[in-house]
């Protein structure tokens, strides 16, 4: 086998003909990760050469030739069209939320068990509620006292008035900047070991549970179902995913890997943004139902079913992404390559 540098060029021109044809290709989705790294180390070798040959300037057809095959590089590199860019970003984001199952689980996880304990310690002492359901969410010691004793101001409670299209956007506005804002929260904190993130959402969970348990000491609790499960299935999903996000950065932190803390955060950190995007439109339609279907006068079975078509379009969707993640091998004999080179 020739090994002169002459040969060894020629192979690596070959090589780089044979990638940007690949990725050129209509019907071929792309390249491996290990391949567009290799793509992106002869792009930058031929450059160099294009660079050394423009000092020469001996051969023109040559220069123009290489000229070309860099021009074709640097559009794939670099210069993606905006279908192509949004082809990737849905990609990526499919690919992280089927890879953050397992924080996705752990997200729900806390938020059922802060709903279990602060709805079977409200169930037990009623008058613990105001300690449970803060009054900044707008129910006060009083209203609390009021809706836990008496059925007829819970029926009326749910029984909510209509309300105009313009008081139901702004409505709408205040939810999601309010909930976006919960998120982002359970979100930001994950840098801090996680630790704040967990609170956080096992507090959510608590306040959740002790003022469902109000409404469901009656004996038909589909009323109360109704009225929160429209817009809670959007809203808690999103929320989740904020938490799954943190949660990811939470372990990079308190748990980095062999190559250190800072790689564990650029590992951690592209997933935990997709979780945050993916939990953005939820909110919206979180927002939405909350301010056009809660405040309606809907009744209960057009909104049960409203909550059944957001369950299985969240549901849906979560399985079909870990699923056609899961087809996806990412090739890391690159890694073993550093390790042993």
Known sequence: MDASPAADERRKTQRFEVLLARTEQVRVRGLRFD????????YRYHTARLAAQRDRDDDPDALRALNALCVRAYTILYGRSSNGARRDWLAELRDALGRTWRVQVVAWALLFAGMLVGGGLAWRDPEALPAFVPEALGYSAGSLDRLESSPAARAEFLAADEMGAVHKVLFGSFLFSNNTRVGLLAFATGMLAGIPTVLLQLYNGIMLGAFASIF????????????????GVPELTAICLCTAGGLQLGAAVAAPSRAGRAAALRAAVPS??????????????????????????????????????????????????????????????????????
């Open 35 to 42: 391949e567009l790294r290799e793509l992106g180390e002869l």
């Open 272 to 341: 935990a943004l997709m979780l945050v995007a993916a939990a953005l439109p939820l909110f919206v339609v979180a927002a939405l139902i909350e301010s056009f279907v809660r405040q309606s006068q809907w009744g209960v079975a057009p909104r049960l079913a409203v909550a059944a078509l957001c369950l299985a379009g969240t549901v849906g969707a979560l399985a079909l992404t870990h699923r056609y993640a899961r087809r996806e091998r990412v090739d890391t004999n690159w890694l073993r390559e550093l390790t042993t080179g």
């Open 216 to 231: 469901l000491r009656d004996p038909n609790p589909l009323p109360f179902l109704a009225w929160i499960l429209p817009h």
